[in-house]
């Protein structure tokens, strides 16, 4: 979607007045257009197969197909759209079975109307909606042990560490420095775990992403740019066969790469 595009929007919750108030706050924004309404998950479904929306804001608890079924359908598909789930309960079980299904984006119904514009244009821009109380939660769940990333794959000829070659040195920092503090991390740590396909700093990366950082705090510990840190976090995605990286973390954890407490 290019960024002068209108957001094309289905919404999916059970309650007529819910889904009439979530359309005035969208629609009150320009470049947002809700195109289609469901009452089900499996309306839903039909809704986005019909319209081709860009996002669909889907509500847990609906009857007959729930909206995490409902999530598990729509991201299953070819080319889905991004997947934000609203509820009115903040409990583990529904974060988690939301980001298992494949949501890119998980919000309280009683957030601000900013918030859920936020949030639709987060994820409808490609980016998952992983707050930090959502990464924290993350973190807690997990029960792997802690794990400092290896890789067991050479990187290809003069790839190696691509961002040192994109990035001037910073404040007087370049890759001996971010490379020496990650050796004596993974010196000082528990048994390593080896992720294929990943070089050393794509590898460190995914470790970052694990612990919740955002870009620009990825690129202030890695003396790099955050157009290099975007494009490591690409190309991390791209390699673990994930969508955003709300799965990049879901990922990490299950896979133990990080753990509680890393």
Not at 60 to 71: F, K, R, S, T
Not at 96 to 116: I, W
Not at 164 to 177: H, I, L, N, Q, Y
Not at 197 to 216: C, D, I, P, Q
Request: with cysteine.
């Amino acid at each position: 979607m290019a960024a002068d595009d209108v957001i094309r929007v289905v919404l999916a919750d059970d309650q007529d007045l819910v889904r009439a108030g979530f359309r005035v706050i969208l629609e009150s924004e320009p470049g947002v257009r809700v195109v289609a309404e469901a009452s089900d998950g499996a309306a839903a479904v039909a809704a986005v197969d019909a319209h081709r929306p860009d996002v669909v804001c889907l509500d847990v608890q609906m009857p007959g197909v729930d909206g995490l079924e409902a999530a598990r359908r729509i991201t299953a598909a070819d080319d889905p759209p991004a997947v934000l789930v609203l509820t009115t309960f903040d409990t583990d079980e529904y974060l988690f079975d939301a980001l298992a299904a494949g949501a890119s984006g998980f919000l309280l119904k009683n957030a601000s109307p900013e918030k859920l514009i936020e949030a639709v244009r987060t994820v409808a821009a490609g980016d998952a909606l992983l707050a930090p109380d959502v990464t924290r939660r993350v973190i807690s769940r997990a029960t792997t042990a802690s794990v400092p990333v290896v890789v067991d794959v050479t990187p290809a000829a003069g790839h190696a560490d691509a961002d040192v070659a994109a990035e001037p040195a910073t404040s007087g920092a370049g890759s001996g420095s971010g490379a020496g503090a990650g050796a004596g991390a993974a010196a000082a740590g528990p048994p390593e775990v080896r992720v294929p396909g990943l070089t050393e700093r794509e590898a460190e990366v995914l470790r970052l992403l694990g612990r919740g950082l955002s870009n620009a705090e990825i690129a202030g510990l890695l003396f790099v740019g955050e157009a290099t840190v975007k494009t490591h976090v690409s190309n991390v995605l791209q390699k673990l066969g994930v969508r955003d990286r709300i799965q990049a973390v879901v990922w990490a954890y299950e896979h133990g790469v990080v753990r509680s407490g890393d």
